[in-house]
């Protein structure tokens, strides 16, 4: 991106309007507000200045603006705002813009952060909203409320009582055809490093060791001190002995409750879906236990792969869920001396899917996930036969119901009748990473790299071309707001698809799998555009409105108020794998925020902020509770500090057990400092800062240990070690 000059000028009328060179690219551009509030033009930003009335009430202070962008091909906004009077509140705030690109200019319109903290300071909130059939972008200081779709916001009248305000917008303008191209990595760049990287530099938002939170969690899970007894669940399927974690823990099951009190919140159940995976977090155990020297957390993971391996192959499909609910059973608060026994479990299916779908319905992108994790527990277990042969088998069968567009069905019942709903779509991908990972182990399987072809050409004239970003949690979790009206199709006023962030992460990880095993750039460029346009719902700064810290955290989709999500743990090892395939020092820098911020929703006494929270929410935590982790913060919109954003649950596969997952992944493959010897860039990971100088790499420890662990590029690593918190080492590794 080049940096292009902008020409303002001001009509008869009052009208504003931005030109670059010869190009109008807004126009019309107005404010409206009371007359104690001016707005300025200068450069590439858009300023609103000045004091709200001291009495009375209204809408604050907005800026409209009308482009001229036509077809716009690309647009991305942070939220929906479906229909008139609907806004786009700060609270979904992540990494701010309106973009929007044509033939030749993309353009982007971002609210400074500094402004939005200071707004609410003062006792104001940003917001902005996109009108896309009129194509008019505006930006508001004023007030919001939360709608009553689950989760959209709405203007509303804010209370004046002479309130200062300052807001800027940023104006980013690029007509170099890779930013045409890719404008999601040209806007994500610009926001990274002006809010992203220092608080990634600093390190800040890291309150302890990964491994200090690592104990926390373990403890909490399979110790008697912790909530060991509820959480870790051992029982038998055909006279085999297997494990897991519960599905969901609740505070209903606080050890202080008598066991004959208790209540589970759902049917006992463990799973290997897409979110809740058992296996992933075995293959995180397996890591962990040997990090740590325990034989006892070896067996355990080793029993939850003795359940994945036992879930019933059905020409290769198998269910995903083993439950001891009775068929169709939603009951909720079942007493435990009403739960049924685990000799009266039976295999079933995530009931996150479409109404007329039955429970017997294999969800392929779960069982895809599941296979690929057998599959890297086979690669940690030194070549599991059984675990190979196991995914050999679904991967056989899903070669054959391979669509005539490329794509894999969504939803397939036992008799073969695929659903119709999500029939097609960026799930897809899931099937083709799981693929490709076997063709590179079997690089005979010509029928797995043909099927995994059409997939990416499908994946690149569908979802990726349209960006339609519709999964299952797009409809079929707790914001299903759409599903009847818009579900495949475009909301007209803001001209984009309702999206969600799995489905960018699934199709980032297929393009990176093929570019790894195929060789062809084409597929890292369109994996680069996925991770970038991943990269907008990342949260680049730590705003005043959510009682914990943000930076690094991700949000679910574009109608959904989660930050601090579960998922981040997952995206973070993906960010750093782009790194080693590009040399882009920003996305390690992503990936090693993302990891960090998936242990900020910990319970433990390091996360003194958050622990606070807990404990007004839920009197009795206390040192039996270190390692209880909610999924997410302030998920039905904004929140007070009042506890009020902290829920009830943990989940073992989807918040603390998968944080832990990562954490041990990253430190086996890239270390707690990594340096890239060839590249000349080193970066901190676990609680630590670098400096490259010359040809040395200087490290700080922040927290007092007597060594750390440094991984290479090359694939040597060593243990350095620590004196007064400092180290220095060769950017060679010559002294490894």
Same mark, same amino acid.
């Given at each position: 991106?080049?940096?292009?000059?902008?020409?303002?000028?001001?009509?008869?009328?009052?009208?504003?309007?931005?030109?670059?060179?010869?190009?109008?690219?807004?126009?019309?551009?107005?404010?409206?507000?009371?007359?104690?509030?001016?707005?300025?033009?200068?450069?590439?930003?858009?300023?609103?200045?000045?004091?709200?009335?001291?009495?009375?009430?209204?809408?604050?202070?907005?800026?409209?603006?009308?482009?001229?962008?036509?077809?716009?091909?690309?647009?991305?906004?942070?939220?929906?705002?479906?229909?008139?009077?609907?806004?786009?509140?700060?609270?979904?705030?992540?990494?701010?813009?309106?973009?929007?690109?044509?033939?030749?200019?993309?353009?982007?319109?971002?609210?400074?952060?500094?402004?939005?903290?200071?707004?609410?300071?003062?006792?104001?909130?940003?917001?902005?909203?996109?009108?896309?059939?009129?194509?008019?972008?505006?930006?508001?200081?004023?007030?919001?409320?939360?709608?009553?779709?689950?989760?959209?916001?709405?203007?509303?009248?804010?209370?004046?009582?002479?309130?200062?305000?300052?807001?800027?917008?940023?104006?980013?303008?690029?007509?170099?055809?890779?930013?045409?191209?890719?404008?999601?990595?040209?806007?994500?760049?610009?926001?990274?490093?002006?809010?992203?990287?220092?608080?990634?530099?600093?390190?800040?938002?890291?309150?302890?060791?990964?491994?200090?939170?690592?104990?926390? *969690?373990?403890?909490? %899970? !399979?110790?008697?001190?912790?909530?060991?007894? =509820?959480?870790?669940?051992?029982? @038998?399927?055909? &006279?085999?002995?297997?494990?897991?974690?519960?599905?969901?823990?609740?505070?209903?099951?606080?050890?202080?409750?008598?066991?004959?009190?208790?209540?589970?919140?759902?049917?006992?159940?463990?799973?290997?879906?897409?979110?809740f995976s058992t296996q992933r977090c075995a293959n995180g155990m397996l890591r962990a236990s040997r990090q740590v020297g325990s034989d006892g957390l070896a067996?355990?993971?080793?029993?939850?792969?003795?359940?994945?391996?036992?879930?019933?192959?059905?020409?290769?499909?198998?269910?995903?869920?083993?439950?001891?609910?009775?068929?169709?059973?939603?009951?909720?608060?079942?007493?435990?001396?009403?739960?049924?026994?685990?000799?009266?479990?039976?295999?079933?299916?995530?009931?996150?899917?479409?109404?007329? *779908?039955?429970?017997? %319905? !294999?969800?392929?992108?779960?069982?895809?996930? =599941?296979?690929?994790?057998?599959? @890297?527990?086979? &690669?940690?277990?030194?070549?599991?036969?059984?675990?190979?042969?196991?995914?050999?088998?679904?991967?056989?069968?899903?070669?054959?119901?391979?669509?005539?567009?490329?794509?894999?069905?969504?939803?397939?019942?036992?008799?073969?009748?695929?659903?119709?709903?999500?029939?097609?779509?960026?799930?897809?991908?899931?099937?083709?990473?799981?693929?490709?990972?076997?063709?590179?182990?079997?690089?005979?399987?010509?029928?797995?790299?043909?099927?995994?072809?059409?997939?990416?050409?499908?994946?690149?004239?569908?979802?990726?071309?349209?960006?339609?970003?519709?999964?299952?949690?797009?409809?079929?979790?707790?914001?299903?707001?759409?599903?009847?009206?818009?579900?495949?199709?475009?909301?007209?006023?803001?001209?984009?698809?309702?999206?969600?962030? !799995?489905?960018?992460?699934?199709?980032?990880?297929?393009?990176?799998?093929?570019?790894?095993?195929?060789?062809?750039?084409?597929?890292?460029?369109?994996?680069?555009?996925?991770?970038?346009?991943?990269?907008?719902?990342?949260?680049?700064?730590?705003?005043?409105?959510?009682?914990?810290?943000?930076?690094?955290?991700?949000?679910?989709?574009?109608?959904?108020?989660?930050?601090?999500?579960?998922?981040?743990?997952?995206?973070?090892?993906?960010?750093?794998?782009?790194?080693?395939?590009?040399g882009n020092a920003e996305y390690f820098e992503r990936g090693v925020s993302a990891l960090r911020s998936s242990f900020y929703m910990l319970y433990c006494p390091?996360?003194?902020?958050?622990?606070?929270?807990?404990?007004?929410?839920?009197?009795?935590?206390?040192?039996?509770?270190?390692?209880?982790?909610?999924?997410?913060?302030?998920?039905?919109?904004?929140?007070?500090?009042?506890?009020?954003?902290?829920?009830?649950?943990?989940?073992?596969?989807?918040?603390?057990?998968?944080?832990?997952?990562?954490?041990?992944?990253?430190?086996?493959?890239?270390?707690?400092?990594?340096?890239?010897?060839?590249?000349?860039?080193?970066?901190?990971?676990?609680?630590?800062?670098?400096?490259?100088?010359?040809?040395?790499?200087?490290?700080?420890?922040?927290?007092?240990?007597?060594?750390?662990?440094?991984?290479?590029?090359?694939?040597?690593?060593?243990?350095?070690?620590?004196?007064?918190?400092?180290?220095?080492?060769?950017?060679?590794?010559?002294?490894?």
């Amino acid at each position: 991106m080049h940096k292009m000059p902008l020409s303002w000028s001001r009509d008869a009328g009052g009208r504003q309007s931005l030109k670059v060179s010869d190009r109008l690219l807004f126009q019309d551009i107005e404010l409206g507000a009371p007359n104690t509030i001016d707005m300025m033009m200068g450069d590439d930003t858009i300023t609103l200045a000045g004091s709200l009335p001291s009495e009375g009430k209204g809408p604050g202070a907005r800026v409209y603006l009308r482009h001229t962008l036509n077809p716009t091909w690309h647009i991305w906004i942070p939220h929906l705002a479906p229909d008139v009077g609907y806004v786009i509140g700060d609270h979904a705030f992540r990494s701010p813009a309106v973009l929007l690109v044509d033939d030749t200019h993309a353009i982007a319109v971002i609210p400074d952060l500094d402004d939005v903290r200071d707004g609410y300071h003062a006792g104001w909130q940003t917001w902005m909203d996109y009108d896309h059939p009129n194509h008019r972008v505006t930006f508001g200081a004023g007030a919001y409320e939360t709608a009553a779709e689950h989760v959209l916001y709405r203007a509303s009248t804010l209370e004046y009582t002479g309130q200062p305000v300052l807001l800027r917008m940023h104006v980013v303008v690029s007509d170099d055809p890779q930013d045409l191209w890719n404008p999601f990595g040209m806007l994500s760049r610009w926001l990274w490093e002006r809010w992203g990287h220092e608080p990634y530099e600093n390190g800040q938002t890291q309150k302890a060791p990964f491994a200090t939170y690592r104990d926390h *969690v373990l403890r909490w %899970a !399979f110790s008697k001190k912790g909530w060991g007894d =509820t959480v870790w669940q051992e029982f @038998e399927i055909n &006279d085999e002995p297997v494990g897991g974690p519960a599905f969901i823990v609740d505070v209903a099951q606080h050890p202080s409750i008598p066991s004959g009190l208790r209540k589970w919140r759902e049917p006992r159940s463990v799973w290997n879906q897409a979110w809740f995976s058992t296996q992933r977090c075995a293959n995180g155990m397996l890591r962990a236990s040997r990090q740590v020297g325990s034989d006892g957390l070896a067996d355990r993971a080793r029993l939850c792969t003795r359940l994945a391996l036992l879930a019933p192959q059905t020409d290769g499909l198998f269910p995903s869920v083993y439950t001891t609910a009775g068929q169709g059973e939603r009951k909720s608060y079942i007493p435990y001396a009403n739960t049924p026994d685990w000799g009266l479990g039976r295999w079933s299916n995530s009931d996150r899917r479409p109404p007329f *779908v039955s429970e017997q %319905a !294999f969800h392929l992108v779960d069982s895809a996930f =599941t296979a690929r994790l057998l599959l @890297e527990w086979s &690669d940690l277990n030194t070549g599991d036969e059984e675990a190979l042969a196991y995914v050999s088998r679904f991967a056989d069968k899903l070669c054959k119901i391979q669509l005539d567009s490329g794509a894999f069905p969504g939803w397939i019942e036992a008799d073969g009748l695929m659903a119709d709903e999500l029939r097609e779509g960026p799930e897809t991908a899931m099937g083709v990473t799981l693929l490709l990972n076997l063709l590179r182990r079997y690089p005979d399987q010509t029928s797995y790299k043909d099927v995994a072809e059409l997939a990416l050409q499908y994946l690149i004239t569908g979802p990726v071309e349209a960006r339609r970003w519709e999964d299952f949690e797009t409809y079929y979790s707790c914001s299903s707001w759409g599903r009847d009206r818009y579900m495949g199709k475009v909301i007209p006023r803001n001209g984009i698809y309702k999206q969600n962030t !799995f489905s960018l992460f699934w199709c980032a990880e297929a393009f990176l799998a093929a570019w790894m095993v195929l060789e062809d750039r084409r597929y890292l460029n369109y994996g680069r555009r996925c991770l970038d346009e991943l990269s907008l719902h990342q949260q680049i700064w730590d705003p005043p409105f959510i009682p914990a810290p943000c930076h690094g955290g991700f949000g679910v989709m574009n109608c959904d108020g989660e930050w601090n999500d579960a998922r981040q743990s997952l995206f973070a090892p993906l960010y750093l794998a782009y790194y080693q395939e590009t040399g882009n020092a920003e996305y390690f820098e992503r990936g090693v925020s993302a990891l960090r911020s998936s242990f900020y929703m910990l319970y433990c006494p390091e996360n003194a902020e958050v622990k606070e929270q807990y404990e007004r929410a839920h009197p009795a935590f206390g040192p039996e509770s270190y390692g209880f982790m909610m999924e997410n913060i302030a998920h039905t919109g904004p929140a007070a500090s009042d506890g009020s954003a902290i829920g009830s649950f943990t989940i073992f596969t989807w918040g603390n057990g998968a944080a832990v997952e990562a954490a041990c992944k990253i430190h086996d493959l890239f270390g707690q400092v990594y340096v890239d010897t060839e590249r000349s860039q080193a970066f901190a990971i676990d609680g630590c800062s670098v400096l490259v100088a010359g040809e040395n790499v200087e490290i700080t420890d922040h927290f007092g240990r007597e060594n750390l662990l440094v991984r290479f590029a090359t694939g040597r690593s060593r243990i350095v070690d620590i004196d007064g918190g400092k180290a220095v080492i060769q950017l060679s590794g010559a002294d490894a």
